[in-house]
């Protein structure tokens, strides 16, 4: 018995009442889907229903609220609080730190819809605005593009990221959703709270990355289908995401400090590779002036497509679009927001805050500038088909605007490679991430733990794509994320409540130092005065050096005689 307890705990290590919650309710799921996908799908359906029409607004406000929340972090007093100790140095350059956030945030989304979306929208202009296949529909496009891939997205990230950085680095405390609502719930988080957040945390974390895989799973068969003649349907995306799964968990057998940072790197290089190949062999010019006209557009009108709602038609692209985007990046917000507390010890805020919604939001508008603007500009001016490709099959825009340009074939292949290491990289975080979340917090899950969450997150992709496709992981999403969304709204301002605690502590022991400066000033100035009164009665004589044939002075007067006095009266004897 005794050596059973001590394999299961290898095995295991410390986990808690999340761990086997959570895996009763995902692997719950995952069967009642797999026997009943259409029973599932309506269901679904009839959620997404309900949840649009009722609580749409919410997740407009919600978010756009998390923007302003973020930068006002950034730029406020605040951004000079470090994570971790005041004098503690970054643990990962600043190159391999903001790899490791790219690769952990969007690769997947940006190489499915970084010609899908502006085709799509081209297609069917947002709204309504434009006449379909025009000018004007293709630039409504890209405008709505770099919003959706913008700033509220990536707030999403850096909301949860920065709490869990801030209380773990910062306060030394456990690394869990829960742990950062401690400022508003206080010791109710080691309790039924607790376990109910967490919980509620790794769900919405498997939802969002099995979207994610599927949506890589849909991008890999596309291109394997035009290159290599195999069928695009579900059984192939079944083969590939068995495919991905063994290799994203022989990832997940090596330390962070290997895997997943290796992949990373690796990641970025095949996207640098990939992207200035279309710039510098695309339509160059075109794609610089769509980005500066797309950047000025997207700025001008932030407001305005932040809030967006058609209370007065049956319109549902708001639904299908932005709710979609905003509800993805909240359910991936616990995984990737712990992915990036977890690399971003030894920062400051306002690095964070950088590097987290600066830097990755500018990347990403530049590769939508260079793939949807290359993609646009080969349409309008070259019939090449794209719009029609897209209409037919979503993630087959990409390849056929690889094919307008030289050596489009080997471009391909390499886009293929991309999405898989990126798909790679993206479940090896994520399971990282769910076994710290279920393991109470560690920093270091064991392997079993982590490899049992990737199998578990193969299986929601699976069951997912096969209970709609595309569709259904639209639909799923967007269900799944607004419980978490109405906790980050507490997370917000429990994150804002704790700094102002810190800030106060630290304004209140500066000014108790002062005091005590300003004290012993002060009694040094009163010694002085009581020193200075006592030369105005009794002035000191100055030292002075005796010359050689000098004679001493008595003190008394000019002269060494003693002055003349009468002589003192004789004693009376008795």
Not at 9 to 26: E, N
Not at 43 to 53: F, P, S
Not at 274 to 290: C, M, N, R, S
Not at 544 to 567: K, N
Request: glycine share 10%.
């Amino acid at each position: 018995m005794n050596k059973l307890q001590l394999l299961y705990g290898r095995l295991l290590g410390d986990v808690g009442t999340v761990f086997y919650l959570s895996v009763v309710i995902i692997a719950g799921f995952v069967t009642v889907a797999a026997l009943f996908p259409d029973d599932v799908e309506r269901i679904a359906n009839q959620v997404l229903d309900y949840t649009a029409n009722k609580m749409g607004w919410m997740y407009l406000l919600a978010t756009s609220g998390f923007v302003i929340f973020i930068l006002f972090l950034g730029l406020s007093k605040y951004g000079n609080i470090r994570l971790g100790p005041d004098d503690e140095p970054p643990e990962f350059s600043y190159g391999s730190w903001l790899a490791m956030i790219f690769s952990g945030g969007m690769g997947v989304g940006l190489v499915f819809w970084g010609v899908a979306e502006p085709m799509m929208h081209f297609n069917e202009p947002p709204l309504g605005i434009a006449e379909p296949r025009t000018a004007e529909a293709a630039q409504t496009g890209m405008r709505y593009a770099f919003f959706h891939w913008g700033l509220h997205q990536w707030a999403n990230f850096a909301l949860v990221g920065l709490a869990i950085a801030y209380i773990r680095f910062r306060h030394n405390a456990r690394g869990l959703i829960s742990e950062t609502f401690r400022p508003i719930l206080g010791n109710r988080v080691d309790s039924g709270w607790g376990v109910a957040i967490d919980t509620l945390a790794v769900v919405s974390t498997i939802f969002g990355v099995a979207t994610t895989l599927g949506l890589g799973a849909l991008q890999i068969n596309s291109g394997i289908a035009r290159f290599e003649g195999v069928e695009y349907g579900t059984t192939t995306q079944m083969m590939i995401i068995a495919g991905l799964g063994v290799l994203f968990t022989l990832s997940a057998m090596t330390p962070l400090k290997h895997g997943i940072r290796y992949l990373s790197n690796l990641n970025i290089i095949l996207a640098i590779g990939l992207f200035t190949y279309v710039i510098v062999l695309g339509p160059t010019a075109f794609i610089f002036q769509e980005f500066t006209q797309t950047m000025g557009e997207y700025l001008g009108n932030i407001v305005q497509m932040s809030l967006v709602t058609t209370p007065y038609s049956s319109e549902h692209w708001v639904e299908q679009w932005t709710m979609f985007y905003w509800a993805w990046g909240l359910s991936w917000a616990p995984f990737v927001g712990s992915f990036i507390a977890r690399i971003s010890r030894g920062r400051t805020i306002r690095e964070f805050v950088l590097g987290v919604m600066v830097v990755p939001v500018g990347l990403s508008m530049l590769w939508f500038a260079a793939f949807g603007g290359s993609a646009i500009y080969m349409e309008l001016y070259e019939a090449a088909g794209i719009a029609d490709a897209v209409a037919r099959e979503v993630p087959a825009g990409l390849y056929t605007t690889l094919e307008q340009l030289p050596w489009g074939t080997y471009a391909g292949l390499l886009a293929i490679t991309l999405v898989s290491v990126f798909v790679i990289t993206s479940a090896d975080s994520a399971t990282f991430v769910l076994g710290m979340f279920t393991s109470k917090g560690v920093l270091n899950p064991t392997r079993f733990v982590r490899v049992l969450w990737g199998m578990l997150q193969l299986s929601m992709a699976v069951v997912l794509l096969l209970s709609g496709g595309l569709e259904g992981l639209r639909t799923v999403s967007i269900v799944a994320a607004f419980p978490f969304m109405l906790l980050m709204v507490l997370m917000a301002f429990a994150l804002h409540r704790d700094l102002t605690q810190e800030f106060w502590q630290r304004e209140e022991k500066e000014r108790l130092i002062r005091q005590r400066i300003e004290n012993l000033l002060l009694r040094e100035s009163e010694r002085e005065a009581e020193r200075e009164a006592a030369e105005e009665v009794h002035p000191s004589a100055p030292d002075t050096v005796l010359g050689p044939e000098e004679p001493p002075r008595t003190g008394l007067g000019e002269h060494t005689e003693a002055p003349e006095s009468d002589p003192p009266a004789p004693r009376k004897s008795d």
